[in-house]
C-alpha cells in the first residue's frame, strides 16, 4: 500500500515536462510495453510499479490509481488474454513448396525462361506439395505477404495451358486452409489478408501502384508495364479500406475488370480510400468502352505485339529452364538421400567451378532443385532427390 500526502506530493500519470521524458513499461496485466506509471514530479520518482494506467484501454483497460489512504483506490477489470489481430505463416514456407505447375509451364512456354523467373523472384510462383488432397496438386500458389514480409496466406488456383482459369472440380483453395487440414496449423489461426504484391510497396517509393482484381493479371501486368507496382485485390470485393492503409502516401490506378459494375464498384471504393487515408487514387480508362467482363489479362494474351514485347524484353534462354538446370546439377546429389536447405548450398558451393559454373546463379539453382528436382519433402525441412 502507498500512503502519499496529496497536498505536498505532485502526484499524476508520467508526461513530458520540462527535459524530461517518459517512458512506457511492461503492463503488468496485458504483458504489452504500453504501461505508463504514476510519478512523483516533485522528487522525480516513480510510485509502485502497478501503479498506473495502460495505453490500451480498449484491448486491456488497466488502471491503478495511487493511494492516497488506508483505502486504495483501483481500477482493475479482469484480466484478459489479448489475441494477436491476425496469424502470420512461418517464413519457410516460402522455400518448402515445389515449383511445376501448370501455370508456371504456360509461363515458360508463351514468354520465356527470362520471363517465368523475374516473376517468380519477385512473386514465388511456386506450387504445394499436398498431403492429403491432390486435386490442386498441380495448383499455382498466389503468396500474400504485406509490406512488414508477414506471410498472410496463399491462394491456391489451377490454370490451363492457355493460361485461363480453372472453374469446374475442386480449383482453388487457400494455404492456411489447407495447413490446417494437415494439422500444420492452430485451427484457431486468423486469416487478415492483404494486397497480392503488397511486399513490394517498399521496394520503389517513387512507382506508381496499379491495382488490379486477380494475381495473374497483376503479373501479366507486371510483365507488360514495370514501371508500375502491380497489386491485386484478389476480387471484386478485394478493394477494402482495410487493405487500402498500405497505399497511404502513394499515388494509385485502379484497373478493374472491364463491366460496368466493377467500373462502378471501384469508382465508389477510390471515393472510400481517398476520403479516409487522403490517398491520390484514381480510376483507370484501360478497357473502359469494353463491357464484356475481359480485363486487363484477357487484352495482354490476345494481343500478339504485346506478347512479343514481353518476349523480347526478357529473352528466351532455354538453359535457364529450371528443368535444365535440374538436369545439370541433380547428378550432385544422392537419390533416395535426404539434403536439408543448407546441405544442397554447401554441395553446389563445393563443385568444381570449372565443370559447373554455379549459373545462373546460386538462388535460381536452388529453386530449381528444391522445387522441380526433388521427389518429396519430408516434414517441411529434408529434401529426397
Not at 512507382?207 to 507486371?222: F, M, N, P, R
Not at 494509385?252 to 487515408?277: N, T
Not at 463491357?291 to 505485339?305: F, M, Q, R, T, W
Not at 565443370?355 to 536452388?366: A, F, Q, R
Request: hydrophobic content about 35%.
Amino acid at each position: 500500500m502507498t500512503l502519499l500526502n496529496q497536498k505536498t506530493w505532485s502526484i499524476r500519470l508520467d508526461t513530458r515536462q520540462g527535459t524530461h521524458t517518459p517512458k512506457k513499461v511492461i503492463c503488468p496485466n496485458c504483458g504489452k510495453k504500453s504501461f505508463v506509471q504514476y510519478r512523483n514530479f516533485n522528487t522525480n520518482e516513480y510510485l509502485q510499479e502497478d501503479e498506473g494506467r495502460c495505453d490500451r484501454q480498449e484491448k486491456c483497460g488497466y488502471h491503478k490509481k495511487p493511494t492516497y489512504s488506508k483505502s486504495d483506490v483501483i481500477f482493475r477489470p479482469k484480466k484478459i488474454s489479448v489475441k494477436e489481430e491476425f496469424g502470420v505463416l512461418e517464413k519457410q514456407s516460402l522455400y518448402q513448396q515445389k515449383g511445376e505447375s501448370q501455370f508456371a509451364n504456360s509461363i515458360l512456354n508463351k514468354f520465356g525462361t527470362g520471363a517465368y523467373w523475374y516473376l517468380h523472384l519477385k512473386y514465388h510462383l511456386n506450387a504445394y506439395n499436398f498431403k492429403i488432397n491432390h486435386s490442386l496438386d498441380d495448383a499455382v500458389m498466389f503468396w500474400q505477404i504485406d509490406k512488414q514480409n508477414r506471410i498472410r496466406t496463399a491462394k491456391l488456383m489451377k490454370y490451363d495451358h492457355q493460361l485461363k482459369r480453372v472453374k469446374s472440380g475442386y480449383s482453388t483453395d487457400w494455404l492456411h486452409s489447407t495447413l490446417k487440414k494437415e494439422g500444420k496449423l492452430n485451427s484457431n489461426f486468423h486469416l487478415k489478408q492483404c494486397f497480392f504484391g503488397e511486399h513490394l510497396l517498399n521496394q520503389d517509393l517513387n512507382k506508381i501502384i496499379a491495382i488490379v482484381e486477380s494475381a495473374k493479371t497483376a503479373l501479366l501486368g507486371d510483365l507488360w508495364m514495370p514501371q508500375y507496382t502491380w497489386l491485386s485485390a484478389e476480387g471484386l470485393n478485394g478493394l477494402t479500406l482495410e487493405k487500402a492503409e498500405a497505399l497511404i502516401g502513394r499515388k494509385v490506378i485502379l484497373i478493374p475488370d472491364f463491366s460496368e459494375q466493377s467500373r462502378e464498384l471501384w469508382k465508389e471504393k477510390a471515393k472510400d480510400i481517398q476520403l479516409k487515408y487522403q490517398v491520390d487514387i484514381q480510376l483507370s480508362n484501360i478497357g473502359e468502352s469494353l463491357k464484356d467482363g475481359s480485363d486487363l489479362a484477357d487484352l495482354i494474351l490476345s494481343n500478339k505485339e504485346i506478347i512479343d514485347s514481353i518476349k523480347q524484353r526478357f529473352g528466351n534462354d532455354l538453359m535457364l529452364h529450371p528443368k535444365n538446370i535440374v538436369g545439370l546439377y541433380k547428378p550432385l546429389f544422392k537419390s533416395g538421400y535426404s539434403y536439408s536447405f543448407m546441405d544442397i548450398q554447401d554441395v553446389l558451393s563445393s563443385c568444381n567451378t570449372s565443370v559447373y559454373s554455379v549459373y545462373p546463379c546460386l538462388d535460381k539453382v536452388m529453386i530449381s532443385l528444391i522445387e522441380w528436382g526433388c521427389k518429396e519433402i519430408i516434414n517441411d525441412k529434408k529434401i529426397i532427390f
